[in-house]
């Protein structure tokens, strides 16, 4: 296969992964209001939109990588296309709450195969040698997709609504599909050696104690970050700092752009760093922190700039993917696929429950809610109460980081997490 073909294959197939990044960050997060009142849902309701996709996405991160070696990497990675293409388009055209989960059921499978697909795909078009700086490029174009799914994304509904602006999206995605499709087949990529399908390597991580705490302190500051990038974070603001619906959405996109820029900030940190734990130990302290500023500013400054900071200091921390990635490979070397689809599973396991969670909370503060022609304005005290929550957690996940060990072998960083 020429270069230029190969080059056209990852781009194309890049499509998909942007898509999938996109409906996880976009939905419900940026028209939380607009899919409220649309359809008279609960915030608990709302935020399982996002949780379905979420709970789908993780349960099978843990999973997609044996199947893949024993299904083929192309004939699953068009299948899961397809899947977020059907999913996208039904939810453009629902109607009732059934048909609206439902798509989100339809996308969380679809999206699940986005990112490993993209690894083993890169690995097997470029090799060895341009591995890193070819994923670098992936990660970036997928980062992207959650980057359209803040202000733009916002701006697109304001103008068009969220129905016509998901249906252009999803015919957009529906083109990218098929000259996927048509790239694969005129190229012979359907064709693949069949491998056993093991899960030996999540027993071996399972075993692995030592990686226990690395695991549970980056799914808690994940978890973290990604409620106020995706669920809560701009409603937040237009409900405690009445920001207009651009505004708010101005601040996601701020704190999408900072993610990237330290995911690349800490992936040349990491090569540098002689030790891995005290820069976990310093974001799961920094994380923390941020939350307690959030909470001071609920009673004392009330001022969106506080917000902001706070937002940016997530972004530190939801950048630091390659750090916490390369803990995992050096504490499981041989199985390094399979120890990032685990942590991206845990992760994202962990984002759905907590999506749930917030949902919850908002809806026992629903009395003292002020329904408007435009949306559903939760109480102050609803947010001091997720905002107090997640404090909480990001203390556990001091601790537990504060019990990490350094492993005796270290290795260079590759492949990013969580995506």
Not at 276 to 300: T, Y
């Amino acid at each position: 296969m020429s270069l230029k073909m190969k080059i056209f294959l990852f781009l194309i197939m890049n499509g998909f992964y942007f898509f999938s990044y996109f409906h996880r960050v976009g939905i419900p997060g940026t028209i939380f209001n607009e899919i409220q009142m649309d359809f008279h849902l609960t915030a608990n309701q709302v935020a399982g939109l996002g949780a379905i996709v979420f709970y789908i996405y993780g349960f099978l991160q843990f999973f997609i990588g044996p199947c893949l070696d024993y299904f083929g990497t192309n004939r699953i990675f068009v299948t899961g296309g397809f899947l977020l293409c059907v999913g996208s388009f039904l939810f453009s055209f629902a109607h009732s709450v059934f048909f609206l989960f439902f798509s989100r059921v339809l996308v969380g499978f679809g999206a699940s195969v986005a990112y490993l697909g993209i690894v083993k795909k890169t690995d097997e078009l470029f090799g060895r040698d341009f591995f890193s700086l070819m994923l670098g490029i992936a990660l970036f174009l997928g980062y992207s997709g959650g980057l359209f799914a803040t202000l733009p994304f916002e701006r697109m509904v304001n103008f068009f609504g969220w129905r016509q602006t998901m249906l252009v999206l999803s015919v957009i995605l529906l083109l990218i599909m098929i000259f996927t499709l048509f790239a694969f087949i005129k190229n012979h990529q359907f064709s693949y050696k069949k491998n056993t399908m093991s899960f030996i390597d999540i027993k071996q991580i399972l075993l692995n104690r030592k990686m226990y705490p690395v695991i549970f302190s980056a799914a808690i500051n994940f978890t973290v970050y990604f409620i106020f990038q995706s669920i809560i974070g701009k409603k937040l603001l237009q409900d405690t700092c009445g920001v207009t619906s651009k505004i708010a959405a101005s601040f996601t996109l701020f704190m999408m752009v900072s993610t990237m820029l330290f995911v690349l900030f800490w992936g040349t940190v990491t090569h540098i760093a002689k030790t891995r734990k005290s820069l976990i130990v310093f974001l799961c302290l920094i994380s923390m922190i941020s939350c307690i500023m959030m909470l001071a500013n609920f009673g004392i400054w009330k001022h969106p700039v506080i917000f902001l900071l706070c937002f940016f200091i997530f972004a530190i921390v939801g950048g630091s993917g390659p750090l916490t990635t390369t803990l995992i490979k050096e504490f499981n070397p041989s199985g390094v696929g399979t120890s990032v689809g685990f942590i991206n599973g845990v992760c994202y396991i962990f984002v759905a429950i907590s999506g749930n969670i917030c949902g919850f909370i908002m809806d026992r503060f629903s009395s003292k809610a002020v329904i408007t022609k435009e949306a559903v304005v939760y109480p102050v005290d609803a947010y001091v109460v997720i905002v107090g929550l997640c404090t909480f957690i990001s203390f556990f996940a001091f601790l537990s980081s504060l019990r990490i060990t350094e492993p005796e072998t270290k290795v260079k960083t590759e492949i990013p997490e969580p995506f």
